[in-house]
């Protein structure tokens, strides 16, 4: 995943014609840490979306337009629109995360 660390940076990612996942996350975040682990197989299986990270105590103001109020969350753009949102309290599986793309893009 590339990291964004600029608003400029995150509104230019957004506006891709092509869908593209952003994981909200922090350093101090245990559940971030834990979907660090398992997240690289859903990573390969989803290779045609480019994965993005933002920290979001760098980007506060991105996170809270965006309306992340915990993380891990995955949010999906596409032309400066989001598309679908998985709330971290639903981001605590490979599952939860699989299911959430499968039915984001099928």
Request: charged share 25%; hydrophobic share 35%; aromatic share 10%.
């Amino acid at each position: 995943m590339q990291p964004i660390k600029t608003n400029d940076d995150f509104n230019t990612t957004i506006n891709s014609d092509n869908p593209v996942i952003v994981k909200f996350e922090a350093g101090w975040c245990p559940d971030c840490k834990a979907m660090d682990m398992w997240i690289d197989p859903i990573q390969e299986k989803y290779n045609d979306y480019n994965w993005y990270t933002v920290n979001r105590d760098e980007l506060e103001d991105v996170a809270a337009d965006n309306e992340v109020m915990g993380i891990p969350s995955l949010l999906v753009f596409k032309n400066g629109e989001k598309l679908a949102h998985l709330h971290s309290a639903n981001a605590k599986s490979p599952e939860q995360v699989e299911s959430f793309l499968a039915e984001t893009f099928n």
